[in-house]
């Protein structure tokens, strides 16, 4: 079985690079101060809005938060540990107005400010590496420094894509700041679910210095044959080449094998043994049944793999006291291979694909697609401080230049007559196999993007600062579609695109610590994602994004109260989405607009709170054609979000932290139509954390209540608005109550 094959040559490989980390980081740390440093935990798991910290996802001037005009968030990574987050997904989640998915077809994608999969980008250091929903794969949060959340529309500052949202995943670096120790990470959970984190970081020489982070993740899921693994290694070796100039090399590798599981099929509420009512409802009268909640209706040999490749070099020159040069050349490869029954349909009656009765039908959903991505990228800046009529002013410049090279092949099972395998219980699916692969076609895209763009911040006064930033970009398109044989079709076409992108913002000091801003951002995005899926896209036009915000940011009680709250307001028009398992449409408007609230208390030095809400009313405004949805409220948007945390440290004068959360989403709906409702979920998280001078073992439990839930719906899977089309209707059901222990050391 493919499982089994593969768990072994993973282990080994991830064994030895946990042996060749250990002996390199250990064998350095071993010629410098052996002084251990104390694990500081208490009260981390309370994340402060650090208005101070700056944010690469908000400017790239330098900018506080506090001096940005926008809305920005920022995790830690002793956060991040201190709450068990093992991916991006999970962190980004606990933020306001945040929903969050992790199904194979769409991992990490995000639903923020009412927009939600390509509209929401994920940059990787500061880099686009594609759209969000096809190449991101879920990335582990041990080798992750922090994670940066921008929300509302950032095409100025980067590029494409960029509407709801911005999502930075930064990596931790070699700094020359100073010696950093090795830490190890090891903690273990249910459904054999197992992490172990090894990273650390040396001086070489008197120039030069090296980080190394190795990360490996893996379970047997709460699902059977789930099984997800990933291993990701990240490495930056930093040399002082002169005193002015500084070049940075940069890799980052992850291996993963997604978890094989595509939802749990949808079911008439009257054949159920154990409706979940109260989680899912249809239009139609479906739900889930319970009974299926551990199932797994994916084949055996199921296969959702995937190997990509980071490499980038960072080059640094301090030309002048106020001019920095910048460049940053990066290259960007990925593969991927699916193969999976991922579609299932319950059988009312004999029609089409359905052969008998009260059985899931799975024949049209047999389909595999393989991607090969080539990213080559340069960016160059010069960021220049100076005076303008005696005003401080931060200005950049900055050219960037991509070449991406996309190409495609998918496919469907053979097409045989109907076996045994195609029809399986709604309850106890037989797992079947895949059989013999059928290839459709090869689709190679190739993407070549030219962007200037500008970003400006002026000191009116010593009160006001205006900030600015305008962003012209040009793109060109080829996407060529081969058959099976090999033919060119009529669908291919090429297309070019250019569209200027701009922002401006003001922030005015009510004191030292208390500020507030506002910001009017127009972006325009073109139909990236879906081109790739799409081949009558040589129709699609620019999607169009405005949106005005004013907030207001601020710490009271000597900083032991620190809040941030943000409005809004964004129109969306043109709007691409995907309305069938390969074909999209232009719907017409989306707008959304909201209010933001997050802040974190520390009352005493033993106690500490944190809370966020959000508040987002999002629709679709009108249609231009057929697909109309005019009135109805995008999926996976929920109207209320909250998050609580609370923890109480140094409990009878010992080294123990207790502490909680608590997470509320509102309802929802899983598709365009409307037609299928997801219910409200509230989840109950706790954890206990014993603190020494090398060490720290943590005990939690998440979903304390073993709430059953949907937290995200893969809307191409759900078909009510097609009656016709029979696909598929599943929905992916969240874990049930986690335990876990972790253990964390420094050397």
Not at 651 to 660: N, R
Request: include cysteine; charged fraction near 20%; hydrophobic fraction near 40%.
């Amino acid at each position: 079985m493919r499982q089994q094959d593969k768990k072994p040559s993973k282990w080994k490989s991830s064994w030895h690079l946990f042996f060749w980390i250990t002996l390199l980081v250990c064998n350095t740390n071993a010629q410098v101060n052996e002084e251990i440093e104390e694990l500081i935990v208490l009260g981390r798991a309370i994340n402060t809005p650090d208005l101070s910290a700056t944010s690469r996802a908000g400017s790239r001037l330098g900018l506080s938060v506090m001096d940005t005009p926008a809305s920005i968030e920022l995790i830690d990574s002793s956060v991040m540990r201190a709450r068990g987050y093992k991916s991006v997904s999970d962190a980004v989640k606990s933020l306001p107005g945040v929903v969050s998915g992790e199904s194979p077809a769409a991992p990490s994608t995000f639903s923020m400010r009412g927009f939600s999969r390509s509209a929401v980008t994920v940059l990787r250091d500061g880099i686009w590496l594609g759209p969000a929903n096809m190449v991101m794969r879920p990335q582990n949060t041990f080798n992750l420094d922090r994670i940066e959340v921008l929300r509302g529309p950032a095409s100025a500052l980067h590029g494409q894509g960029v509407v709801g949202g911005t999502v930075n995943t930064v990596v931790k670096r070699a700094t020359a700041d100073a010696e950093q120790p090795l830490e190890l990470l090891a903690s273990y959970g249910r459904f054999d679910t197992y992490q172990f984190g090894l990273g650390g970081s040396t001086q070489l020489s008197d120039s030069a210095w090296l980080r190394m982070d190795v990360n490996q993740y893996g379970s047997d899921g709460h699902v059977d044959r789930m099984d997800p693994e990933s291993i990701n290694v990240t490495t930056s070796l930093l040399w002082k080449a002169t005193e002015k100039l500084d070049v940075e090399f940069q890799i980052d590798y992850l291996d993963d094998q997604l978890a094989d599981y595509w939802g749990t099929p949808l079911v008439p509420k009257r054949v159920a043994t154990t409706p979940l009512s109260d989680v899912v409802s249809t239009n139609t009268g479906e739900t889930l049944d319970e009974q299926a909640r551990f199932r797994n209706f994916n084949v055996q040999d199921s296969r959702a793999v995937s190997d990509q490749l980071l490499f980038r070099i960072d080059l640094s020159w301090q030309l002048t006291e106020g001019i920095e040069l910048k460049n940053t050349s990066y290259r960007f490869t990925a593969d991927r291979d699916w193969g999976n029954a991922e579609g299932y349909v319950y059988c009312t009656d004999v029609v089409d694909i359905c052969t008998e009765k009260n059985v899931i039908q799975r024949y049209y959903g047999y389909f595999f697609v393989t991607h090969d991505q080539d990213l080559l990228g340069n960016r160059l800046t010069a960021n220049i401080d100076s005076q303008i009529g005696g005003h401080d002013n931060r200005f950049l410049a900055g050219l960037e230049i991509t070449d991406l090279d996309f190409s495609r092949a998918r496919g469907f099972r053979r097409k045989i007559p109907l076996s045994a395998n195609d029809a399986v219980s709604p309850t106890n699916p037989i797992p079947g196999s895949y059989g013999q692969r059928e290839l459709r076609g090869i689709s190679p895209t190739q993407i070549n993007t030219r962007a200037l763009f500008l970003e400006d911040a002026l000191d009116i006064s010593e009160t006001v600062k205006v900030v600015a930033a305008l962003r012209y970009e040009e793109l060109d398109l080829i996407r060529q579609n081969f058959n099976a044989l090999g033919d060119l079709e009529a669908s291919s076409f090429s297309r070019d695109f250019n569209w200027l992108s701009w922002r401006l913002g003001a922030v005015v000091k009510l004191t030292d610590d208390v500020s507030i801003y506002g910001q009017y951002s127009d972006s325009k995005d073109p139909v990236n994602a879906n081109l790739f899926l799409v081949n009558s896209g040589e129709n699609l036009d620019l999607t169009d994004a405005e949106q005005w915000e004013v907030g207001l940011k601020g710490l009271w009680h000597n900083g032991r109260t620190q809040a941030t709250i943000a409005y809004f307001n964004t129109q969306r028009d043109d709007v691409l989405e995907r309305i069938g398992v390969d074909s999209a449409a232009s719907i017409g408007g989306r707008d959304s607009s909201g209010v933001e609230f997050s802040a974190a208390f520390r009352p005493t030095s033993q106690w500490h709170v944190g809370a966020n809400a959000a508040y987002t009313d999002a629709e679709f405004r009108r249609s231009t054609n057929f697909v109309t949805f005019a009135g109805n409220t995008p999926p996976n948007v929920a109207e209320v979000t909250g998050n609580l945390w609370a923890s109480f440290s140094s409990i009878a004068g010992l080294p123990l932290e207790v502490g909680g959360s608590v997470q509320y989403v509102d309802d929802r709906f899983g598709d365009n139509a409307n037609q299928v409702a997801l219910s409200s979920y509230t989840l109950l998280n706790l954890f206990a954390t014993w603190s020494a001078p090398r060490f720290n073992v943590t005990a939690r439990v998440n979903n304390v209540t073993d709430e059953i839930y949907v937290p995200w719906s893969d809307v191409f899977y759900l078909q009510q608005n097609d009656p016709s089309f029979l696909y598929a209707n599943q929905l992916m059901l969240a874990p049930p109550r986690m335990f876990e222990v972790g253990v964390e050391f420094t050397f």
